[in-house]
């Protein structure tokens, strides 16, 4: 079994684990940790694509575990809508951590760009969205909303994955209704669901880097315990600022990433 530590240095470890305090605090709050995770993960000598891809998710297991359960102690979410969303979740990440296999990313990021940067102008022209719940459905048609936001935004995380809280955050306030807390406790049980659905398809391949994955998911949870506390205290008009934050700097990064691709 590989570790990940055989060949790595103290100053990398070091970076593992503050990428991991880092991202574990932004996952904890909006989503989208792993625009400062994975690009750490890929800075590890030796390691493969695959190989980063598949120890991000062990590492931000942990850390979405660790939110959601702080995020339930003190936000106490609905679970009958949660879990059910969750459940679709897993499986869409499953089906696009299969198809993330066969297929170039590539094709992906263009609409995934403008998807970001419309939730963006949307949030941004919308002070007011978020911040209480106001639920725009009832019975069937809310848990079937939900249903189909997991599974969608599931396979999305399997096959892609930058900004899946953030999607899920978004998701929940604009079609469901949700204010920004309630959204983000709700994304993190969703997150978790996706993350194992991801790692269902890599841990049977060895991709995952054990040791490498335990210290940043030691991290990670501290990150979210952390991120969790801090949304918490600090209400839905703070995670609102966090999130524009966190879109913008996705929109920056799958930006540049489209046009190095077309330098290519």
């Not at 503050?18 to 904890?28: E, N, Q, T």
């Not at 575990?65 to 995020?71: E, K, L, M, Q, R």
């Not at 499986?91 to 696009?96: D, E, F, L, Q």
């Amino acid at each position: 079994m590989t570790t990940g530590l055989e060949a790595a240095d103290p100053a990398v470890i070091v970076m593992v684990i503050v990428a991991g305090l880092a991202a574990g605090w932004v996952d904890a709050v909006v989503g989208g940790g792993g625009l400062l995770q994975l690009p750490a993960m890929l800075l590890v000598p030796g390691i493969t694509p695959v190989q980063a891809l598949a120890t991000n998710k062990m590492g931000s297991v942990f850390g979405t575990t660790t939110s959601a359960v702080t995020y339930y102690r003190r936000v106490r979410p609905d679970l009958r809508t949660a879990l059910p969303m969750a459940g679709f979740a897993l499986a869409g990440s499953v089906g696009g951590a299969v198809v993330a296999a066969s297929l170039p990313q590539q094709v992906f990021k263009p609409v995934i760009l403008v998807a970001l940067i419309a939730v963006a102008v949307f949030t941004a022209l919308k002070p007011d969205a978020g911040q209480v719940t106001r639920l725009r459905h009832q019975g069937r048609r809310h848990h079937g909303l939900a249903a189909l936001i997991g599974a969608v935004i599931g396979f999305y995380d399997g096959l892609l994955g930058p900004g899946t809280g953030s999607f899920l955050v978004i998701a929940l306030v604009t079609v469901l209704g949700y204010a920004f807390l309630q959204a983000s406790a709700k994304a993190k049980i969703v997150n978790v669901a996706t993350n194992i659905g991801a790692l269902l398809f890599f841990v049977p391949h060895g991709s995952v880097l054990w040791g490498l994955g335990l210290i940043l998911g030691a991290a990670n949870m501290v990150g979210g315990y952390l991120g969790a506390r801090t949304a918490v205290a600090r209400g839905s008009r703070f995670i609102r600022v966090v999130f524009l934050v966190v879109v913008a700097l996705l929109v920056l990064k799958l930006g540049s990433d489209i046009l190095a691709d077309l330098r290519a």
